[in-house]
């Protein structure tokens, strides 16, 4: 998906509509009208033709923006059915539940982060010009059991890079979820011009370390005693990947 200020809106009021959107994640049809100040002729016809060229989407009353990525990919694992996909706006509470249990032991600090941010903000997906925010997650009956999550703010001299947090709730894990994730940031990250993905763990989740060594990731740096946990000083392992 574009950026706002990379897609080429033939009226001013389309790409408002779009900001405002974005900004909300999901917006109510009359409400997004109403606080944008447009006609309801006017506004129903930026709609439609914003729906046109793909960039909006509605459904009943709800404005979202469309994704393009709408990959899925269902595998069983010792009978256990897992499917893999790009995130949804309604997935937002469950991913965040999810994260918060996968990470109970304190050991992830990145992965803590993003579940504060993003249920804060009260919007998962981000694609403006400041921030590119994606995830895609590991669903069983429906349910969120794992994410993957990138995110690339839009600086100049970084733009090349982003970061990428994965896991997978515990009784979940041992089917390849984990493993799966991995893949798809990956692909994501390659098919949107990435060349450097990046990751940052406490040395204590030795776990998290060897499973990203052991698909090419490397250690780039440590910085000692950055993280305070349990009133334990714990070294920050900074990783990273290169694509290109």
């Known amino acids: 998906m574009q950026f706002s200020d990379e897609l080429e809106f033939s009226h001013r009021d389309r790409k408002d509509i779009y900001e405002y959107v974005e900004r909300y994640g999901t917006a109510d049809y009359d409400e997004t009208r109403r606080a944008l100040n447009m006609s309801p002729e006017a506004f129903g016809h930026h709609i439609a033709v914003l729906r046109r060229d793909g960039i909006v989407t509605r459904d009943e009353d709800e404005l979202r923006i469309a994704f393009e990525d709408d990959s899925e990919e269902t595998y069983v694992d010792d009978g256990l059915e897992v499917t893999i996909r790009a995130a949804r706006e309604d997935d937002l509470t469950g991913l965040v539940g999810a994260i918060r249990e996968a990470l109970g032991d304190k050991t ?137």
Not at 189 to 200: I, Q, V, W
Not at 223 to 235: Q, V
């Open 108 to 244: 992830y600090i990145e992965g803590e982060t993003v579940a504060d941010v993003v249920e804060s903000e009260n919007v998962l997906l981000r694609h403006n010009e400041l921030q590119k925010r994606m995830f895609f997650v590991a669903t069983v009956h429906g349910d969120v059991v794992g994410w993957v999550h990138l995110n690339a703010p839009e600086l100049e001299k970084l733009e090349h890079t982003a970061q990428l947090t994965v896991g997978v709730i515990d009784e979940y894990r041992g089917h390849g979820i984990g493993t799966k994730l991995l893949d798809h940031g990956v692909d994501w990250a390659l098919d949107n011009g990435f060349e450097k993905l990046y990751n940052s763990v406490p040395s204590s989740n030795e776990a998290a370390i060897e499973f990203l060594e052991a698909r090419g990731w490397e250690t780039e740096a440590v910085r000692k005693k950055h993280y305070k946990i349990d009133d334990e000083y714990l070294d920050e392992v900074m990783m990273a990947k290169l694509l290109a």
